[in-house]
C-alpha cells in the first residue's frame, strides 16, 4: 500500500479514504472473531477495480481467534516469542501478553496510518532490530514515538522528500498532520489499550470525520477548537 500511495503521489486525503476502507476490512476480520496480529505495508495489497485502488489484507498466517482459547501447544510456541514484526507491533503484543484483544490490530493501524502521512516509522527500523530482545520490546512498550509533524519538522531534507511524493509543498503537508491528524494517530497509538479506539471502524470514523471537517473524537476537548470546526 506504501509503495501503491508513493507510485501515484497521492496526497494526503487519497491516503486517508484509502486507509479508511483498510480500516472496515479489518474491522469485517474482527466481526468474524479474528485478529490478524501482523498488520503492515506488505500485508496490504492494492489492487484497482472500475478505476478505484481497493486494499486487500493477506498473510493470516499468525492470526488468531478471539472465541478459542489457545491450545497448549500455542502457549508454549508463543511465551516468551514475539509474535509479527516489531515496527508495528501493540505494547501488549510486544510483552508476550497472551491477553491479546482486538485493540492490538488497532494500534498496527495507526503505526500504518503513520507511516502512510509521513513515509517513515514511529520508531527507526534500524535501531530498533539492532536492540536486543528485551530491550525492543521496552522500546515499544515505554518509549513515546514523536507526532507526525513532530518527525517531518525535524528533517527539511525528509520533510520535502515526503512532500514531493504526496504531490503537495512541505509547508502545506506540515500544517495538514498539525492538529488533528497527530490527535487521530497518537490515539490510535496509545500505550494502553483502553485509551485507543475501541474498534477499526472507530479509527476509520474519526477519518471520516477528518475528511468531512467535523470535530474528531481524539482532539482535546476545547471550546476554541470546536468553534473553528463549526465555523
Not at 486507509?19 to 495489497?45: M, T, W, Y
Not at 512541505?170 to 494502553?192: C, F, H, N, T, Y
Request: net charge positive; hydrophobic share 40%; charged share 25%.
Amino acid at each position: 500500500i506504501t509503495t501503491y500511495c508513493d507510485r501515484h503521489r497521492l496526497g494526503t486525503r487519497e491516503r486517508l479514504a484509502l486507509f479508511v476502507r483498510v480500516c472496515e476490512g479489518v474491522q469485517h476480520a474482527h466481526q468474524k472473531g479474528v485478529i490478524h496480529r501482523d498488520l503492515k505495508p506488505s500485508n496490504v495489497l492494492v489492487q484497482v477495480q472500475d478505476d478505484r485502488p481497493v486494499p486487500k489484507i493477506i498473510d493470516f498466517g499468525v492470526a488468531k481467534a478471539t472465541a478459542r482459547p489457545l491450545t497448549e501447544r500455542e502457549l508454549h510456541t508463543e511465551l516468551g516469542v514475539l509474535v509479527g514484526t516489531p515496527e508495528y507491533m501493540s505494547p501488549e503484543q510486544a510483552g508476550g501478553s497472551l491477553d491479546i484483544d482486538t485493540r492490538t490490530d488497532v494500534y498496527a493501524l495507526g503505526v500504518l496510518l503513520y507511516e502512510l502521512l509521513t513515509g517513515v516509522l514511529p520508531f527507526d527500523s534500524k535501531s530498533l532490530r539492532a536492540a536486543a530482545l528485551g530491550e525492543v520490546a521496552r522500546i515499544i512498550r515505554e518509549v513515546d514515538p514523536p507526532r507526525p509533524s513532530t518527525r517531518l519538522s525535524t528533517s527539511s531534507e525528509i520533510l520535502s522528500t515526503v512532500a514531493a511524493s504526496r504531490a503537495t509543498e512541505p509547508a502545506r503537508l506540515s500544517s495538514a498532520l498539525r492538529g488533528d491528524l497527530d490527535w487521530i494517530v497518537m490515539k490510535a497509538l496509545e500505550k494502553e489499550r483502553a485509551r485507543r479506539y475501541e474498534t477499526a471502524q472507530g479509527l476509520a470514523q474519526d477519518v471520516r470525520r477528518y475528511l468531512a471537517g467535523e470535530v474528531v473524537l481524539a482532539a482535546p476537548p476545547g471550546t476554541a477548537y470546536r468553534l473553528r470546526k463549526f465555523v
